[in-house]
C-alpha cells in the first residue's frame, strides 16, 4: 500500500493513558441488558460486569440513568464523493466529526469508481482522502460501476490484499454507474465466488430515463419531478430483480437504502423463497422524513430532499419502514450521507435530473430513529443496537471488535440519555451544509458521551473528536453472517440469517434463577425494559413492543427516573443463544 496514513494525532494525545471506567449504567447489547461498569484501557474494552477491580488514575464516567450501547456503525455514507459534477459538501474529516457527534464511532463509506476506471486506483484515492481525516474507524465497500474481466480481477486482488468484503452494484443512474443484468449476473457471481456481499441500488435506470424524459418534455422540470420519475414500483421491480438475479447465480444479497412499502414487501418475499440470505438496509431519511418536501414551493427546501430512491409521498412510509426494522423485515439502517451544498444542488434548478443526489443523515441517524422507534414503544434498546451496529458489524464482518460491548472488544461505546431533549437544527449540527432534512424535529434521547477508541471524542455534550484518529479497517470475507459459521467452527448458534429466524427459547437471570420463558417474561417486562430500569430485551426478532391498545410510553406519564432509583432488584437478564454467540464470551 503506497498511502500510508499521515496521522494528525497530536503528541500528547498519543500516549496510553486512556483507562476509562464508565460506571452505573445499563449496558445494552443486541442480546440483553445488564447494569454494569465498563473497565477501558488502551482503546480496549477490558472488563465488563460489577464490582470491578480498577487502577489508580482511572477517569470515571458516570452513567447512572443511562444506556452504555456499542458505538454506531453507520453501513452507508458518501464523503467526498464527485457525483453528477459536484462533490459533497461533508469531506471525512467533517463528515466523521458530525458521525461522532451523532453516536456513530464506525462509518463504512463507498469507492465509486468512474466508468472505466481501475477499481484499485479508486479504493486508493479513497484511502488517500480518508486516511488522515477520519475522526472514527471507517471501512470501505467498492462499486462495480462497469464490467470486464479486468473488473473481476481486480474484485478478487480488492478481497485479498485491500480488506474489502463488499461491492455495491448499480440498477440506476443510466450512463454513469448502471450495469445491466447480464453484467449483473457476472458482477454477483463473482462476489460469490470471492465469499464477498454483493450490494444493489434496486430502482430500474431505464425506466427512470424513460419517464424522465416524459416528465421534461411536459414541462414538469421541478425537484417534484425526481419523485414522479421513480415511484414505488420502479424500485420494489428492481428490488425483485436484484433477488432474482441473486438468486440464479447462487449469491447472497444487501440491498442498500429501502425506500418504500412496495419495495421492503418485495424484499420479504424474496427473502422467504431465496436459498442464500439478503440483507435489506433502510436509511434515517426514511424514518425521519417522507416525500410531501418535493412539493415545497421553495426550490432550496424541495432540492435538499432529493436523494434516490427517493422519498415517498405515501405518509404511512415512515411508521411502515420503522415496523419494518422492528420485525426484522428490514435489518440494518444507514444514512447515505451525501450532503451538496446549496449551489451545486442548484444545478438542477431548471432539470430535476441534474440535481445532485443526497442528503444529510450521519449526525442523526441514531437520534432520529431512537425518536420514532423506541420512544413510540415500536422496538427495544436491544433491538436498536441490532440495527444501528450489531448486524452491520455481524454482516461486513467485523463482530465481535465492532457493534458490542464485551471484553475485548474495542472500545467504540455511546453513553446514551434518553432523557435529553434537543431540536435537530442546520444552525448547530456539524454537517458542512447549511439544511438538515430533519430541520425542527424534537427527540428526546441522544448520546452524552462518545468514546471512540477509548477516546472521550463528546464529552458531556462537548465534541472534541481528533482529525486522523480513526483507522482504516480491512474487512475479511466469508463473513459468517453472510456464509455461514465456518465447517470447523465450535457448536454455536448460526448468524442470522432471513432463513433462521432468531429463535429465542428461554431467558435467565445472570444469578442463574430461570424465569418463565421469554415470551412469558418478555410479555411482562415490556415496559420495565423500555423504561430503561427494566431487565430483559424483548426483541432479538424484532418483535415489536407494543401491541395495540397498549400504552405509548411517549405520551405516558411513566417515569424512567423513578424506575432507576428503584433499580435494586433484577440486575440483567441475558438471552441465551442470541444470533451468532454470546456478546460476553472473551476471544
Ligand atoms: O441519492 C443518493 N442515494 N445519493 C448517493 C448515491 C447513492 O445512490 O447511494
Ligand atoms: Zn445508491
Ligand atoms: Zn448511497
Redesign the pocket.
Known amino acids: 500500500m503506497t498511502n500510508a496514513p499521515v496521522k494528525k494525532v497530536p503528541i500528547h494525545l498519543q500516549s496510553s493513558q486512556n483507562r476509562l471506567l464508565i460506571k452505573n449504567g445499563r449496558v445494552v447489547n443486541e442480546d440483553g441488558m445488564e447494569d454494569a461498569d465498563v473497565y477501558i484501557e488502551d482503546g480496549i474494552i477490558k472488563q465488563v460486569g460489577r464490582n470491578l477491580i480498577i487502577p489508580g488514575g482511572t477517569r470515571t464516567i458516570d452513567a447512572t440513568g443511562k444506556l452504555v450501547m456499542p458505538g454506531g456503525i453507520d453501513p ?1 455514507t ?1 464523503f467526498e ?1 464527485e ?1 453528477m459534477g459536484a462533490k459533497t459538501a461533508d469531506d471525512f474529516y467533517k463528515g466523521t466529526r458530525a458521525a461522532v457527534a451523532g453516536g456513530t464511532t464506525t462509518v463504512i463509506d ?1 469507492v465509486l469508481p468512474q466508468k472505466g476506471q481501475s477499481l484499485i486506483e479508486a479504493y486508493n484515492n479513497w484511502r488517500q482522502k480518508a486516511d488522515s481525516k477520519v475522526c472514527c474507524d471507517y471501512g470501505l465497500h467498492v462499486g462495480v460501476t462497469w464490467w470486464s474481466p479486468a473488473v473481476r480481477r481486480e474484485m478478487a486482488q480488492l478481497v485479498a490484499e485491500h480488506g474489502i468484503n463488499s461491492f455495491k452494484m ?1 440498477m ?2 443510466k450512463d454513469a454507474w448502471m450495469l445491466d443484468d447480464y453484467e449483473l449476473c457476472h458482477a454477483m457471481e463473482t462476489c460469490a465466488e470471492l465469499r464477498a456481499l454483493p450490494q444493489v ?1 434496486a430502482e430500474n435506470g431505464n425506466i427512470i430515463a424513460h419517464n424522465t424524459e416524459k416528465l421534461l418534455a411536459a414541462g414538469i422540470t421541478g425537484p417534484e419531478g425526481h419523485q414522479l420519475s421513480r415511484n414505488e414500483e420502479v424500485e420494489a421491480e428492481a428490488v425483485n430483480r436484484a433477488c432474482v438475479i441473486a438468486n440464479q447465480v447462487n449469491a447472497p444479497l444487501y440491498i ?2 429501502m425506500m418504500s412499502k412496495s419495495a421492503v414487501e418485495a424484499l420479504r418475499l424474496a427473502r422467504r423463497r431465496q436459498r442464500q440470505p439478503i440483507f435489506g438496509e433502510t436509511l434515517a431519511a426514511t424514518v425521519g422524513t417522507d416525500g410531501t418536501h418535493y412539493r415545497n414551493a421553495c426550490f432550496r427546501h424541495a432540492a435538499a430532499h ?3 430512491p427517493p422519498l415517498r409521498p405515501d405518509p404511512t412510509t415512515p411508521e411502515a419502514i420503522v415496523q419494518a426494522l422492528a420485525d426484522d423485515d428490514l435489518q440494518l439502517i444507514g444514512s ?1 450521507n ?1 450532503t451538496f451544498a446549496e449551489g451545486d444542488k442548484a444545478r438542477g434548478r431548471d432539470n430535476f435530473a441534474h440535481i445532485p ?3 444529510n443523515g450521519a449526525e442523526d441517524r441514531m437520534a432520529v430513529l431512537w425518536q420514532k422507534a423506541v420512544n413510540t414503544g415500536m422496538m427495544d434498546p436491544c433491538r436498536f443496537v441490532a440495527v444501528t451496529s450489531a448486524t452491520a458489524a455481524r454482516v461486513f464482518n467485523l463482530w465481535p471488535r465492532k457493534g458490542v460491548i464485551a471484553a475485548g472488544s474495542d472500545a467504540d461505546v455511546v453513553v446514551w440519555d434518553p432523557r435529553l431533549q434537543r431540536t435537530i437544527s442546520a444552525s448547530n449540527h456539524h454537517h458542512a451544509v447549511d439544511f438538515n432534512i430533519f430541520e425542527g424535529q424534537n427527540v428526546s434521547g441522544s448520546p452524552q458521551y462518545v468514546i471512540v477508541n477509548g477516546r472521550v471524542c463528546l464529552d458531556d455534550g462537548n465534541l472534541r473528536v481528533v482529525e486522523g484518529l480513526g483507522k482504516f479497517l480491512p474487512t475479511r470475507a466469508d463473513s459468517p453472517a453472510v456464509y455461514g459459521a465456518p465447517a470447523h467452527a465450535p457448536a454455536a448458534p448460526p448468524a442470522h440469517t432471513p432463513h433462521s429466524p432468531r429463535s429465542v427459547t428461554s431467558a435467565e437471570h445472570t444469578n442463574g434463577t430461570p424465569t418463565g420463558g421469554y415470551e412469558e417474561l418478555h410479555l411482562n417486562k415490556q415496559l420495565e425494559s423500555m423504561s430503561v430500569s427494566g431487565s430483559g430485551c424483548s426483541t432479538p426478532t424484532g418483535r415489536k413492543m407494543r401491541e395495540p391498545g397498549q400504552r405509548d410510553l411517549q405520551n405516558s406519564t411513566f417515569s424512567i427516573s423513578k424506575e432507576m432509583e428503584g433499580a435494586d432488584t433484577k440486575t440483567s437478564v441475558r438471552v441465551r443463544n442470541p444470533p451468532g454467540g454470546k456478546s460476553s464470551v472473551l476471544w
Open positions: 452507508h458518501h464523493l457525483m463507498f448499480f440506476a443512474y441500488h442498500v437504502h432529493v436523494l434516490s447515505d451525501c443526489n443526497g442528503v
